[in-house]
Every structure is written in C-alpha cells, then in structure tokens.
C-alpha cells in the first residue's frame, strides 16, 4: 500500500475511534456563564471554534500567563483528539497603555516593541510544548474591523462620540453583568476604565480613543487614535470565527471587566451573537496572593525554564485542575521535575529493551498477545484517561493512579525480561511492553508531555538542570562519587552516607547499581538538625515558597 494512502487512511481510523469515545465518555465543561457543568455539543457537529484572550505584549511572560496558555493547549490537543477539526485563535495585544508607557521608558517604538514580546512569547510557548493556533491575530493588523464593529455599535445607539473619542453606553444594554454578576457600579475606575466627567455613566468604557502626542495612531470617522482594550477581541474573534461560536476562553481576572464588555459589545453589533461556553482558568499565586506584574510578585517564565525544564513546568501546571488556584511552590517544581524524570527514564529503559529484542517480536500481522495484568492495566488507563479528560480535563487525577500503575508494570517486566524465560513467555512479556508504552505515550501526547526529543535527550536535559540548581557541574559530582567510593573502600559508612546526603541535600541522588554508582535528580531532601539519612533513605522535604 501507498505510504501516504496508508497514514491516510491511519487517521480516519483514528478519529473514528476517537468519535466512538466522545459517544460513550460524554465531555462536560464548565461554563463560566451557566456557573455549571455542561456536556459539550458544539455549534457544527465535527466542528469547534475557539477564541482565547492572549497577552498584551510588553514584556517576557510570567507563570500565570503560562498558566492560561497550557491549560487551553490541553483543551486544544484533546478536542483534537476527540476527531474535532478545531479552529484555534488566540490574540496578541501590540496597542495598549502597557506597551506605550514601557516603549517611551525604553525609547522604541511602540509597536516594533510589542512585536519584539510577541516573538519572546512564541518562544516561550514552544518550550512548553503549546502549539500553534490556527490564527493568531494582533491588533494593530485588524484596525479596519474594529472601525467596522465600532461603527455598527455606534448606528445601533449603544455608543456615542465626546471630542474624538467612543464609548460604549451600558445603559443601553440591560443584560449587561450577566457572566460575571458584577453590577455596573462596580466597573471602578483604574481597571482600564478611565474617570471622565464627558462619559454618561461612570461605567461607561472607550470604544475608541482620541490621539495623543507622542501615541500611536490611526484614522476612523472619529479622527485619529486607537482603539479601547475590550472591543479587538469583539472585532477579531467575529471576523475569523463569526459572531456565533463554541468556546471563549481566558483567565479568571478577565470575567470582569473584559469578557463583561466583550459580551456587550458584541451584542450590540450583532444581536445574534452568541458563545456556547465561556471558559476560564485559575489564578496561579505566589503566597496565596494572585501572581501578576502589577504586584510585582510575578517571576517570569524564562526565570523558571532556565532552573527547571519546561516540560516539568508543564506537568507542574496540569497537575492541578486548570479551574482551581495553583500556587507557586519551589517544593511542587521540585516534585514535577522528579516526576518527569522517572516517566522518561522509565519509558527509555522500555524503549531500550524493546530495540534489543526486535527480532524476537513476531511480524504475523496478528494481534499481539499479551498478559491478563497488562489487559487490566491498558484497560484501567484507557478508562481512567476517558473518564477524566471527559470530566472538565481532569489532568490532575490522570497523572496518577492508573498511569503510575502502569510504569510500575514497565519496570516490573522489565526486571522479568532480565531473567531466564521460555521463549512464549519471554514474547508475551515483550508484547505486554510494547502495547503499554504505546498507550502511555498516546497519554503524554494528549497532555503535551511527550518529548520533542529522544527520551536520552530530555533526561540529559534534566540532569543539566539539576546541576544548575545545584550550583555543580558533572564533573564535581564525578569527582564526589569517586571520593566516596575510597571512603566505601576504607569502610567508613558513615562519612559514606553524609556525603550522599550533601548531595541528595542539593537535589543530586547517588544509586549503588553493583560495583558501580550513578547519579540522578532528586527532589532535595532537608536534612533535620543531627539527622543524617542513611543510604537509601529519604528525609520528607519541608515545605517552602519562593
């Protein structure tokens, strides 16, 4: 068969499964606007739109930017995985009093800086493994539709012009507060929602605004200036994905103002404008306070990415329910780092073996043969994955449970294949490897922790961060490996076990394999005063954050 009509083919495949998954685990989400669970039924069957608010781009991206992004990656990848064909749109603010107040500090232009973040923010987003939208859209690109939509507010009387600028009358739209509950009292000046005595309701809040010295600028029936925070996501997601479609996404902190006056906005230009789920996700904090630049207690995601891996900031960020609050811990960075180690060097030590043993695995075309515990496992992972991600994404309680079970069976069998077997026992044991890993990996895949790279290449990368943190390179703990290894010679254990645990201490676990010891990370273990862990035993670290 043709290759290429064989992938084809391979793909329908898929996605028929896939639908045949959908009918039996129905997904419900959690919409923002219902305040409830709701099976999701897109406007076209086979079909989603989906628009998410991304980030008004003046600086690098901080954790609770990466938050957003992932948590909408993950909804991304399992629609797809359902067998929707998905149209993803995600904006970038270029015009906003951020970005002009940062670029007259720094001397550039506003926009040349704005399109410098939108790059750094690319990349931040391709180390954590999000991919691409279908469109990605920016402001300053779509001035003709947010004029058009402007104007179609204003003919409709939910806007009127004082000296240049626009607002938006919420008077005039009496279903206004209807996602957040807010009232219009409370759209306080200083959240984007300037004090004007012109205005006819405090609430009211700019369509449009008139030009200043030194802003940029654009022409509109109005005169010259730029368009207000709220109405570009009326503008573009109308103008890619109608004003009728599935799901609107951001953070939690968006609901209101922003979403609030998205709705009336769009409304007011199309009366039949209509998002079926409004989704949003959690605050990540740091001390229990929400993490954000205003604040000041925002760390950056490069600062986290150059100390930790970015696919273990990853497993970090959904190892908690996206609606839920995450806070920033040193300790659960620590544990996610570990955690992705021992999946990694688990799924390389199977990959390893299962290459080794290649021409013992039979090429029939049969269905492959394997143990009743590895049928229970696939089927407990299956089920527990469906379950799951079909219940708002779930993440956290996949990542667990049956999944662990699962790589505990690798290494179970693994250990099996080392010793002497009959040779239909040796291939059902192979077999069992093969089809386990296959559906651990379709996990990962879906969750966005399967590694662009081989599994060697990532766990070097990992060990290469764990040194950072460390303060070492491999040389010094070869050279701490061999000091200990004279101190085991001349038998003294307990010079032996202290300086394992100065490096266990700093996130460096030395293993006695044989003769030999090797070294992998580990999440540090604080020492209590006059304990000293013997070898092979743990200190439970102490709770902190950064």
């Known amino acids: 068969m043709d290759p290429s009509k064989q992938e084809t083919n391979q793909k329908k495949a898929s996605k028929t499964m896939a639908k045949k998954e959908t009918q039996e685990f129905q997904f419900v989400v959690y919409n923002t606007m219902t305040q409830q669970k709701e099976v999701f039924k897109p406007k076209t069957p086979g079909k989603v739109c989906m628009y998410v608010c991304g980030v008004t781009a003046y600086d690098f991206s901080h954790l609770g930017h990466a938050r957003a992004a992932v948590s909408f990656d993950v909804l ?46 690319n990349i931040d987003m391709s180390d954590l493994q999000c991919l691409s939208p279908t ?11 947010i004029k058009d939509m402007i104007t179609q507010i204003i003919n409709k009387d ?44 405090p609430s009211d809040f700019a369509l449009w605004k008139a030009a200043k010295p030194g802003e940029p600028s654009w022409d509109s029936p109005w005169g010259p200036g730029r368009p207000g925070w709220h109405i570009e996501c009326s503008a573009m997601s109308a103008h890619y994905l109608s004003f ?28 039949e404008s209509d998002v079926s789920y409004w989704m949003h996700n959690g605050h990540v904090t740091n001390n229990n306070e929400k993490m954000s630049k205003s604040l000041g207690n925002f760390f950056t995601i490069r600062q986290i990415t150059e100390r930790y891996h ?61 143990s009743p515990d590895a049928k229970e496992c696939i089927s407990k992972l299956r089920n527990e994955f469906q379950v799951k991600m079909a219940d708002d994404l779930s993440t956290s309680l996949i990542l667990t449970g049956a999944f662990l079970e699962a790589l505990k069976l690798v290494n179970n069998l693994l ?22 890993e296959k559906e651990v990996t379709k996990i990962l895949d879906v969750l966005g922790l399967q590694p662009p790279c ?4 990532v766990l070097l990368q990992l060990k290469e961060k764990a040194l950072t943190r460390a303060g070492l390179v491999e040389d010094d703990v070869i050279r701490l490996i061999n000091q200990r290894a004279e101190v085991r010679r001349n038998k003294d254990f307990l010079k032996s076990d202290q300086m394992r645990a100065h490096l266990q201490a700093k996130g460096i676990a030395l293993m006695d394999v044989g003769t030999e010891t090797i070294w992998r990370p580990c999440v540090p273990v604080q020492q209590e005063s006059g304990i000293v862990p013997s070898e092979g035993q743990k200190v439970p670290p102490k709770p902190e954050t950064a």
Not at 135 to 145: A, T
Not at 177 to 192: F, V
Not at 454 to 457: L, V
Request: glycine share 6%; proline share 4%.
């Open 76 to 121: 991304y990848r399992y629609l797809k995985h359902l067998g929707y064909e998905v149209t993803y749109v995600r904006n970038f603010t270029d015009v906003d009093d951020k970005i002009i107040r940062r670029a007259n500090e720094t001397g550039e232009d506003p926009i040349s800086l704005s399109d410098r973040y939108c790059k750094e923010y």
């Open 135 to 145: 469109h990605e859209p920016r402001v300053s690109d779509h001035m003709e539709q």
């Open 158 to 201: 939910f806007g009127y012009v004082v000296d240049g600028d626009v607002f938006f009358a919420v008077d005039k739209f009496p279903n206004y507060g209807k996602l957040s509950g807010q009232k219009l009292e409370n759209n306080r000046a200083g959240e984007r929602v300037a004090v004007d005595s012109r205005k006819r309701n």
């Open 244 to 271: 009728k479609f599935d799901i609107h996404g951001g953070g939690l902190d968006l609901i209101f103002p922003h979403h609030e006056n998205e709705i009336a906005q769009s409304c007011a230009a199309c009366e």
């Open 310 to 370: 970015p696919l273990a900031l990853r497993y970090f960020l959904i190892n908690a329910h996206y609606r839920s609050p995450l806070n920033y811990s040193i300790v659960q960075l620590e544990g996610a780092s570990d955690a992705v180690f021992y999946i990694y060097q688990t799924l390389k030590d199977c990959q390893d073996a299962l290459l080794q043993l290649q021409e013992e695995m039979p090429n029939d075309g049969k269905p492959a043969r394997i």
């Open 415 to 436: 250990t099996m294949l080392r010793k002497k077997q009959q040779k239909q026992q040796r291939l059902l044991v192979i077999q069992s490897l093969k089809e386990i």
């Open 454 to 457: 081989s599994y060697n290449e």
